[in-house]
């Protein structure tokens, strides 16, 4: 849902024994964030909490590319008169459906009693059609 919505951002977990509690971020991330932090088990602390910071990031887009104009002929004449032998297009990166997961990377170090894991959770922006524009 957050993905198709294209929300990202952080969510901050405070892991004390066995008590989960949400520190900071959206409520739509920290279901998906929660249900993951369940499914791992982390080594119990004498003292001192774990703090887990999850940050959702959607990438893909648009970028630009460079392309040349006409064939090797009309190059040759547009560079005769000093014009532009490129142009610039815009494509659309885009995912199928079922083609790219999740990607997910942590860091882990100790902050005097506390451990802090930050977790990265990349996905490509999912989109209905893919298109190329010519500008």
Same mark, same amino acid.
């Given at each position: 849902?957050?993905?198709?919505?294209?929300?990202?951002?952080?969510?901050?977990?405070?892991?004390?024994?066995?008590? @989960? *509690? %949400?520190?900071?971020?959206?409520?739509?991330? $920290?279901? #998906?964030?929660? +249900?993951?932090?369940?499914?791992? /088990?982390?080594?119990?602390?004498?003292?001192?909490?774990?703090?887990?910071?999850?940050?959702?990031?959607?990438?893909?887009?648009?970028?630009?590319?460079?392309?040349?104009?006409?064939?090797?002929?009309?190059?040759?004449? @547009? *560079? %005769?008169?000093?014009?532009?032998?490129?142009? $610039?297009? #815009?494509?659309? +990166?885009?995912?199928?459906?079922? /083609?790219?997961?999740?990607?997910?990377?942590?860091?882990?170090?100790?902050?005097?009693?506390?451990?802090?894991?930050?977790?990265?959770?990349?996905?490509?922006?999912?989109?209905?059609?893919?298109?190329?524009?010519?500008?």
């Amino acid at each position: 849902m957050a993905r198709s919505a294209a929300i990202q951002g952080d969510v901050l977990f405070e892991i004390s024994g066995p008590d @989960l *509690r %949400l520190a900071d971020g959206n409520p739509i991330l $920290a279901k #998906t964030a929660q +249900d993951n932090l369940e499914t791992w /088990t982390l080594p119990p602390l004498e003292r001192g909490k774990y703090l887990v910071r999850v940050h959702f990031v959607l990438v893909g887009g648009t970028r630009k590319v460079m392309v040349p104009v006409g064939n090797k002929l009309d190059r040759f004449f @547009l *560079r %005769l008169f000093h014009a532009q032998t490129e142009k $610039a297009r #815009t494509i659309v +990166d885009c995912d199928s459906v079922g /083609t790219r997961k999740t990607d997910i990377r942590q860091t882990a170090l100790r902050d005097g009693d506390d451990y802090v894991i930050e977790v990265f959770a990349t996905n490509m922006v999912k989109c209905f059609s893919a298109y190329v524009s010519h500008l």
